[in-house]
């Protein structure tokens, strides 16, 4: 859980970084001079590996989130298969526990 926040972070800040490269980018404009011109097109090479990188990142992330929840979505299948009146009981609880945590918001309260 702590390493896929950390990868959030540092994606975060790699598109920051990517952002704060486009910008010099503009603003260096048409000016001219080799030491300019490797620089614009160093940067343009190191936003372009970037962004690939952040694309096939933010792909495995999605691959793993949905392979998580098949997986989950699994169990619980199994669970209510080899269980139902297990199911049907945790269910009826939930439901309950739900209905009345809404009840107490929407009801008046005394004072009020």
């Known amino acids: 859980m702590r390493d896929a926040y950390h990868h959030q972070v ?3 800040e790699i598109r920051q970084v990517v952002s704060s490269s486009e910008a010099l980018l503009e603003a260096l404009g048409d000016e001219g001079g080799a030491a300019v011109d490797e620089l614009r097109e ?3 090479n190191t ?5 690939q990188h952040l694309d096939r990142s933010m ?3 999605i ?3 949905i392979a998580t929840i098949r997986e989950t979505a699994a169990s619980a299948n199994d669970f209510v298969r080899r269980r139902p009146w297990t199911a049907v009981a945790i269910g009826t609880v939930a439901g309950l526990l739900i209905g ?3 009840c107490s918001r929407g009801a008046p309260r005394d004072g009020d």
């Not at 936003?47 to 962004?51: E, G, N």
Request: glycine share 0%; no cysteine; hydrophobic share 45%.
């Open 10 to 12: 540092a994606q975060k």
């Open 42 to 44: 160093r940067l343009t």
């Open 47 to 51: 936003i372009a590996a970037l962004r």
């Open 59 to 61: 792909l495995s992330n």
């Open 63 to 65: 691959r793993d989130t």
């Open 100 to 102: 009345s945590v809404a």
